[in-house]
């Protein structure tokens, strides 16, 4: 690499570094891999009927030994008494539980964010092997980023979701995608309530069964750009598109998150 280059490089990651919080670089393992941010990334599946289901994923997240699922509150919406939670456990191979046996609240009571299109409900780790689970995937809130400032336009962004889900459940692991901030903050109408919301967008579309899932800055792969700490900093909503056939992610960001928790 040349000098310039060199410099260019390490002037990016002095940048992107300015996104790690103190909590954050005290997290043990902060820099996550593709592989444990899929395991950390749940399908959030209602059965309708045979041949249809409502689905969105979901971020396992771990806060002071407590532990939640996050995803989109429209999504939350859909999931009643008889939703399940699938986790992708070792070898692509289906965890599947009922939501009501796994939710510390029966029935599981979802909270939503007043503005944002996000909500959490809390998870009970009484059985040894679900709380096996939690401890080996959750996702720590310390990584949650909680500022406004957003990375550099020309980092890799990883989300994650199951838009093919074979119901038979030999396989099962989620599709990934990689894409680039096309945007800032904006302040526009969700799709789902028609309220205002801040927002940020990426170059690449989502995709149905992506919505809820975590938009994760620098997660380690064989050749990226990043950071030395993985951080989640936003929460997918749902695809922009216009009468051209241009579509881009819209992102609520993370920094809604922490008004969910009072204490």
């Known amino acids: 690499m040349s000098q310039k280059r060199m410099t260019a490089f390490f002037i990016l990651i002095l940048l992107m570094g300015g996104l790690v919080s103190p909590l954050a670089a005290q997290t043990k393992d902060p820099l996550w891999d ?3 941010v899929s395991n950390a990334t749940v399908l959030l599946y209602k059965q309708i009927n045979n041949s249809s289901a409502s689905i969105g994923s979901g971020t396992i997240i771990v806060r002071t030994g407590r532990y939640y699922i996050l995803t989109a509150g429209h999504v939350a919406k859909e999931l009643k008494n008889d939703a399940k939670v699938i986790f992708r456990l070792k070898g692509d191979k289906p965890g599947i539980f009922d939501l009501q046996s796994i939710a510390k609240d029966k029935p599981p ?7 944002a299109d996000i909500a959490i409900t809390e998870l009970d780790d009484k059985s040894s092997s679900i ?6 995937y959750a996702f720590p809130f310390e990584l949650v980023h909680r500022g406004k400032e957003l990375p550099k336009h020309d980092v890799d962004l990883t989300f994650l979701g199951y838009p093919i889900v074979d119901l038979q459940m030999e396989h099962f692991s989620p599709l990934t995608f990689t894409g680039y901030l096309s945007s800032g903050l904006i302040t526009q109408l969700r799709y789902d309530t028609k309220t205002k919301s801040n927002f940020f967008y990426l170059n690449v579309p989502s995709i149905e069964g992506c919505s809820g899932s975590g938009v994760f800055f620098s997660v380690k792969k ?3 750009m990043g950071a030395k ?3 989640m ?3 997918i909503h749902g695809t922009q598109g216009d009468s051209t056939g241009g579509k881009l992610a819209a992102v609520t960001p993370s920094y809604y998150v922490f008004d969910l928790f009072k204490d």
């Open 131 to 136: 709380k096996t689970i939690f401890e080996d």
């Open 233 to 235: 900093i936003g929460i």
């Open 222 to 224: 064989a050749f990226y």
């Open 229 to 231: 700490t993985t951080l």
């Open 34 to 36: 593709l592989d444990r």
């Open 109 to 115: 009571k979802w909270e939503h964010h007043s503005i």
